[in-house]
């Protein structure tokens, strides 16, 4: 079956540039996640969906990270005036569930390179 | 607040030989635990969880994890190393942060596998 799909795979934009990375959660699936994955390191947590509704935004690392999931399925993520250290891989994930004793399903990640 | 260390960044074995990835996690509750791989290029796959069923877990491709309370660990184990589980291994903590279940991600592991 379907898997959780995100595009562009790979993104290069140069500083300042705003970009929009996309996702496609599994159908039906209630919970979506987005993680930042730096070279070298553990996905951490940006943003949390609950259908359309943002429930926790705690981990955007700026003002100029904002996210959206307006019909309750798929998703995206915006950067504005990207910067350098926003340089790192961003992965979606989905869960059929509100709770964290099921699994989330991954997405393949887009990797973001700001030049 | 949850928190997961694994203990190696790169752990090397031979192919047939056993596998020890070692995990340790910090929880103010009984945490639900999970094993993710992830190949170059390739998205999160989830290896196997615990959930405050049986302590000893088994998941795909012959690993397994056993969840010891007293020691605080969750050590991913196989019998004998294929050249194809080369790759970086992520030990997650599910945790009830801000009303919201998240999951924190260890710094990982890669390992490899020598012919």
């Known amino acids: 079956g379907a898997g959780v799909s995100q595009s562009p795979r790979y993104k290069v934009a140069k500083r300042g540039q705003d970009v929009a990375l996309r996702c496609d959660p599994i159908?039906?699936?209630?919970?979506l996640f987005w993680y930042q994955q730096a070279l070298g390191q553990g996905p951490e947590f940006l943003t949390y969906?609950?259908?359309?509704?943002?429930?926790?935004k705690s981990g955007l690392p700026s003002d100029r990270f904002f996210a959206e999931r307006p019909e309750g399925s798929v998703s995206t993520l915006k950067i504005q005036r990207t910067q350098q250290e926003d340089s790192a891989v961003y992965l979606c994930?989905?869960?059929?569930?509100?709770?964290?004793?099921?699994?989330?399903?991954f997405g393949p990640g887009t990797r973001l390179t700001v030049t | 607040a949850q928190s997961v260390t694994q203990l190696d960044s790169h752990v090397s074995v031979s192919e047939g030989t056993p596998v020890l990835l070692r995990c340790n996690y910090s929880?103010?509750?009984?945490?639900?635990l999970f094993w993710y791989v992830q190949h170059p290029n390739k998205g999160l796959q989830l290896l196997l969880k615990?959930?405050?069923?049986?302590?000893l877990v088994k998941g795909i491709n012959g690993f397994e994890a056993e969840f010891k309370k007293s020691e605080t660990s969750f050590h991913l184990t196989k019998p004998s190393a294929h050249m194809s589980d080369a790759a970086e291994y992520f030990c997650?903590?599910?945790?009830?942060?801000?009303?919201?279940?998240?999951?924190?991600f260890g710094t990982g592991t890669r390992l490899k596998v020598l012919a």
């Open positions: 994930a989905s869960s059929f569930t509100t709770s964290g004793i099921y699994e989330q399903y």
């Open positions: 615990y959930t405050s069923a049986a302590t």
């Open positions: 997650v903590v599910s945790g009830l942060t801000s009303g919201t279940y998240k999951y924190i």
């Open positions: 159908s039906g699936h209630v919970s």
């Open positions: 969906f609950q259908n359309e509704a943002q429930l926790d």
């Open positions: 929880s103010s509750y009984s945490p639900s």
